[in-house]
């Protein structure tokens, strides 16, 4: 009998054993609002579109590149989820970490802030942060029995969000070290202005049992930030700011359970509709659109090269004089010359800012050349927009 029980018991550890190095880390990946909470809007910019669209394209992300990685998502169509219910598709599915994905407003109509900023789990210590948390937590005014549901918290009170600092968070340094991440490659990555990391009462993070942040893209009210989040381009490009702090805390994840850390040789094209109700299936490169100055207009120092790979340069020497070219991708890795990303437009050059493969096509002098030029790419791809050079740098 003792070695039967001996041999039951060894099995069960074996088990244990075997389902602990191979279960898989799971990241929860939260598109804020959605149905008939539309969030934050301007004219015909809607916060739940825009946060849904780059849930999807940063999950595809994941799953492309990471064998060992569950994706789970609180919704993938347009569609209202109580705030307490998110937490909870989180805890169930024992998530490792939760990405809660939003876009930031003021209460002006229009405003010239402009940036993205990751919050985690604590008390807000400025009128501003304060009122972000409120307005994310006013969504449980949407919900039935909110009253009962959140204990009485009213999110339209100061004195409600003061329970956050007698709340200990026990994934806090872990959240951290993710949104320190992210904020950086919101930053190098995606161009964006670094509005830093930040605290606050965040009610959808007080009930999720792991890492969490709780991500502002940028301002729905800011109208260039705006039209920026609402194209495919700029979704893609936040998604891979994202995906590229996931990578750094995933890694890091890795190194202390004592796995051997691989880095994925990331996929080069997305391959999803960001529009509502449809599941990821039309393939689309990463294409870049206006951006948004973050510095005062300056020469910026950036590697611009031809693709020594391709027979021939479209780009002229032209000294001093000014050059314009029309950008039309950015890439977090050098592609091919060949690559069927280019929509067959070529030769190509392409340019490094950060960690970003900004490809470009056409040279002119002359302004008039150049918008020919730029009408010749839109039709493969829409956003594309001129950018203009001197000595071989771009010019902001």
Known sequence: MKRILSFFLFLLIACCTVYSVNSKFVVVIDAGHGGKDTGATRGIYKEKNINLSVALALGQLIEKNYKDVKVVYTRKTDVFIDLDRRADIANMAKANLFISIHTNSTAAKRTAVSGADTYILGLARSEENLEVAKRENSVILLEDNYTTKYEGFDPNS?????????????????????????????????????????????????????????????????????????????????????????????????????????????????????SDNKKPDVKEAVAATVEVPVVPAKAVKSESKTDKSNPESNSKSTGNQIEYRVQFLISPKKLPANSSAFKGLSPVTYYKEGNSYKYTYGSATDMNEIVKIQRQVRAKFKDAFILKFKNGERVK
């Open 158 to 274: 100061p004195e409600s969000s003061i329970i956050f600092e007698f709340m200990t968070n026990k994934f806090m340094e872990q959240s951290l070290h993710f949104a320190s991440f992210v904020q950086a490659d919101f930053q190098s990555v995606a161009n964006r202005a670094d509005r830093g990391v930040r605290q606050a009462g965040f009610l959808v993070l007080r009930k999720t049992s792991a890492p969490s942040v709780l991500i502002e893209l940028g301002f729905i009210n800011n109208q260039s930030e705006a039209s920026f989040l609402s194209s495919k381009a700029g979704q893609q490009s936040m998604a891979s700011a994202i995906y590229s702090g996931f990578k750094k805390y995933k890694r890091d994840f890795d190194k202390k359970q004592g796995k051997l850390v691989v880095e994925p040789k990331d996929k080069d094209e997305f391959s999803y509709d960001t």
